[in-house]
């Protein structure tokens, strides 16, 4: 089934590149007091957003239950909770900022980019409880995490400990590590231990070939080649996308991403060749809206929006 078709019909199969830049510092009261006879039904609020009493005292419970063979208290796992959802919502609140949204029902996957440098820059020092949180919200969808070590052994203890985090987990694996040294060997290593990986920054054919021969042909993997970065560079990406499709059908269970996508132009460019996934931001996704909308009226819609900058701007000659 196309990736058109998915949009229009059922929801598109697409992994979502989420972007942070920053967060906001805030501060809210720890822990769950008591409201006396009062019934509560919000525990307190992010940035207008509610943080809901009976969907946090489920996700204590699984806590309780998660932590209960470490001695771990109720008490200290209620501000341990708390954190993690005022963590959560000002991610949230920092993505649709900047015109990001994570909970839609079009996408089918979430893929976390440069993790390292955005949990940095919002103030989340533990990735792996952060990462953890956003799987209890993302059960049903693929997510990709990274590995962030520049040594193939460190980064394959990483991606181990990494892929025990989550059925739906798969982990980003570079196609080299910073010194030029290809992972295919690290790529064979994972795969054939059952890990679901993400091979990513890859941008010629011989690095496609060589990741789909590494790759294990009964572990879904996704081999993520980024098209958007290719183009520019001045090279037009179809063709090579094209054949990264065609070598990539050698192993049934492997899929093709099309990442860093430029425009809406290129999803419909991604089907035509079959690509099976596309990263898209949500500047993308709110253009969907325009396909097919007549052009005389676009033409016109144009006309209006400079003559109301123009007024807006107050220029006179």
Do not use: H
């Not at 196309?2 to 059922?10: A, F, G």
């Not at 063979?69 to 991610?91: A, C, P």
């Amino acid at each position: 089934m196309s990736i058109i078709q998915n949009i229009r019909d059922k929801g598109a199969w697409i992994i979502f590149t989420i972007i942070v830049i920053a967060l906001i510092a805030f501060v809210l009261q720890d822990g769950i007091g008591k409201q006396g006879n009062t019934t509560v039904t919000d525990l307190g609020t992010v940035n207008g957003v509610s943080i809901n009493k009976i969907n946090f005292e489920e996700k204590l419970e699984i806590q309780v239950q998660n932590y209960a063979s470490q001695g771990i208290k109720r008490e200290q796992l209620i501000g341990f909770l708390w954190n993690q959802e005022v963590d959560r919502l000002l991610y949230i609140n920092e993505q649709e900022k900047l015109g990001i949204t994570v909970a839609t029902p079009i996408l089918n996957g979430l893929d976390i980019e440069q993790v390292s440098e955005l949990m940095k820059k919002a103030g989340i020092k533990d990735y792996e409880a952060f990462a953890k949180d956003i799987l209890l919200e993302v059960k049903d969808k693929s997510i990709s995490f990274e590995v962030f070590s520049d040594d193939l052994d460190e980064m394959e203890k990483q991606a181990l400990k990494i892929a025990t985090w989550g059925e739906n987990v798969y982990v980003k694996i570079p196609i080299t590590n910073t010194k030029g040294i290809p992972t295919y060997s690290l790529i064979k290593k994972l795969s054939d231990k059952g890990v679901k990986v993400n091979v990513t920054a890859i941008m010629t054919l011989e690095q496609v070939r060589d990741v789909v021969l590494n790759l294990n042909q009964n572990v879904p993997s996704y081999v993520s080649v980024f098209a958007g970065r290719i183009a520019d560079t001045g090279v037009d990406p179809v063709p090579l996308m094209s054949a990264a499709v065609q070598i990539t059908s050698m192993n049934s269970k492997a899929e093709v991403i099309w990442a860093s996508p430029r425009e809406l132009l290129n999803v419909f460019q991604a089907d035509e060749i079959g690509c099976q996934i596309i990263t898209v931001t949500n500047d993308i996704l709110k253009k969907l809206e325009l396909v097919d909308y007549d052009l005389s009226s676009y033409s016109l819609d144009t006309v209006k929006m400079f003559y109301n900058d123009a007024v807006s701007a107050g220029f006179k000659i």
